[in-house]
Nanobody
């Protein structure tokens, strides 16, 4: 069974940093894409970045470009979201999503990030 588990969320002051982790298990594919999404109260889920294991490429939404960075440790099936210079508007539940070579997608349970003024 494929599972994704996010961790690393918490409360941080504006200007601070957090690193979220997305741990994948239950699959052996080395060909996958991991996306990071977030959902603030009363708002739609927003895609903020993604990582492709095939070439290591990354993509970021304008709202986080230059502040967030995605990295991976393929040997551990881990993908990270480093978040710097956090702003109160970054407050949301953050999710990772994995799309495997089969085309199926899987979601983690989410981790809360709260940025105070």
């Amino acid at each position: 069974e494929v599972q994704l588990v996010e961790s690393g969320g918490g409360l941080v002051q504006a200007g601070g940093s957090l690193r979220l982790s997305c741990a994948g298990s239950g699959f052996t594919s080395v060909d996958y894409t991991v996306g990071w999404f977030r959902q603030a109260p009363g708002k739609d889920r927003e895609g903020i970045g993604c990582f492709s294991s095939t070439d290591g490429s990354t993509y970021y939404a304008d709202s986080v470009k230059g502040r967030f960075a995605i990295s991976s440790d393929n040997g551990k099936n881990m993908v990270y979201l480093q978040m710097n210079n956090l702003k109160p508007e970054d407050t949301a539940v953050y999710y990772c999503q994995a799309r495997l070579a089969t085309g199926r997608t899987y979601w983690g349970q989410g981790t809360q990030v709260t940025v105070s003024f």
